[in-house]
């Protein structure tokens, strides 16, 4: 059987992203924290295992994951997402501690590449999970891919959020010693750890919640009642509120250069849209009651007493239609008179008939 290309793509990412997280993680091993050092052999044996357990678990789910790419279920990708996530975060949770406990001068490069590759392959795996492209009116897959666009600034949000904990963890506290400024406070370790967990739970939960409401509104042809989207509201809670009190924060009161006040304007515009789209579908709801409301009370009500009303309507019904009797009679008198119309005309003519005759 011929992988599809929804298939490839999808299992190129996932592979792909692992294997240089794990290159981050034997970097890291062979350097050591204060000095070079060789690779043990119980971490290369771990990495090298969970990596043959998810491959052999990848090929389970994306079987499923074709399966469903045509229909309005989406239960394998979010199995593939959460297996994929859960193993991704914590690779990266051992390559933020071994960032925090070394001693060498940071390497802001390779910092940073990491943080591209997980802004690119994670958004791509979750768009490729849709399969929007499979929906065949253009005019939906337009639709689908807005609402879809909004999931992809969050995660690139969250995601900005947790690669400052690996951004930069030294060098601006060791630039501020060295030139006698202000040395900025670093962050406590419950704090980074905080942080962590809850971009974990984020990026984890936010396209899963995505996931099944894509596949709760059903493909073309399919009818049923649309429920309130849940999404949007888990949006500018936890993503727009939250995440804005923890940058605010990280900047008022720890001095951190690493928040990125692009996402902070970001998060106070998609506050703004928000909540200024849900007051107006408020008032929509509104006067939509109260014109429901204008409709009935404008029709006339109706007075007649029960009683009245039956014996009104046994009236009308005798006064359309005749008694049975009426019906058994015509039909006896309509028989008597079409036999004596057929016999009476032999009476006269039949002497007449044979006497002509003869």
Known sequence: MVPTPQVCVSTLVTVSTMAVVDLYLLEQSMLGARG????SAWQ???VLLGDAGFLLALRFVSAGVVSEARSPRRGFANALWFLFLSL????????????????????????????????????SLFLILTGADHMTPQRRK?????????VVVDLLDVLDLQAGLWE????????????????????????????????????????????????????????GPRKEALYPWLSLVAVNILTLVLRGTGML??????????????????????LSSAWERHKQSERGAAG?????????????????GSEQGEAARGKDSPPSHYHTLSRSQSHTLSHVSMEAPETPLGPAFISHEL
């Open 44 to 46: 290369c044996a771990t």
């Open 142 to 150: 337009q639709e689908v891919r807005g609402r879809l666009l909004w």
């Open 36 to 39: 070079p050092a060789g690779p």
């Open 88 to 123: 991704l975060q914590l690779k990266l949770f051992f390559v933020c501690h071994n960032y925090r406990q070394e001693r060498r001068p940071p390497d802001p490069l390779a910092r940073k590449t990491l943080t591209l590759l997980l802004s690119i392959c994670l958004p």
């Open 253 to 274: 009161w720890y001095r951190d250069a690493r928040v990125s006040t692009v996402f902070l304007g970001k998060n106070l515009l998609a506050l703004a849209v928000k």
């Open 168 to 223: 930069a963890q030294g060098g601006a506290a060791a630039a501020g010693g060295g030139s006698g400024g202000v040395v900025e406070q670093k962050l406590p370790i419950w704090a980074e750890g905080l942080v962590f967990f809850y971009c974990y739970a984020l990026l984890l939960l936010l396209p899963c919640v995505a996931l099944t409401e894509l596949g709760a509104t059903g493909l073309p042809g399919q009818r």
């Open 292 to 308: 429901a409301q204008t409709l009935a009370a404008a029709e006339p009500p109706d007075v007649t007493p029960p009683g009245q």
